[in-house]
């Protein structure tokens, strides 16, 4: 199995990126997939979460700002991510979290204030 996020950066508070996951080795579209993220300070949290139908669940410090979705032809989930803030900073980490449970390497966010 594997997981690669990709679209991490540097931006400043009020931008915008969008992260992308390519999954392999799983049944992409049966599989839930989410992002958690580790902020400095912090423990690992999670951010948002898609359901193999598309049904969405967002953390409530996100709800709003961010938007996941899914493209299941291209095994690939997103993370929009607008009006970032200094607080979002962390990396971020994609995984299939239902059935598979596998969670890849992380991309970092960094929001300059």
């Known amino acids: 199995v594997q997981l690669q996020a990709s679209g991490g950066g540097l931006v400043e508070a009020g931008g915008s990126l969008r992260l992308s996951c390519v999954a392999s080795?799983?049944?992409?579209?049966?599989?839930?997939m989410g992002w958690h993220r580790q902020t400095p300070g912090k423990t690992r949290e999670y951010v948002a979460s898609i359901t193999s139908g598309s049904i969405t669940t967002y953390a409530d410090s996100v709800k709003g700002r961010f938007t996941i979705s899914r493209d299941n032809a291209k095994n690939t989930v997103y993370l929009q991510m607008n009006s970032l803030k200094f607080e979002d900073t962390g990396v971020y980490y994609c995984?299939?979290?239902?059935?598979?449970?596998?969670w890849g390497q992380g991309t970092l966010v960094t929001v300059s204030s």
């Open positions: 995984g299939a979290i239902d059935p598979a449970n596998w």
């Open positions: 080795g799983i049944m992409f579209s049966s599989n839930i």
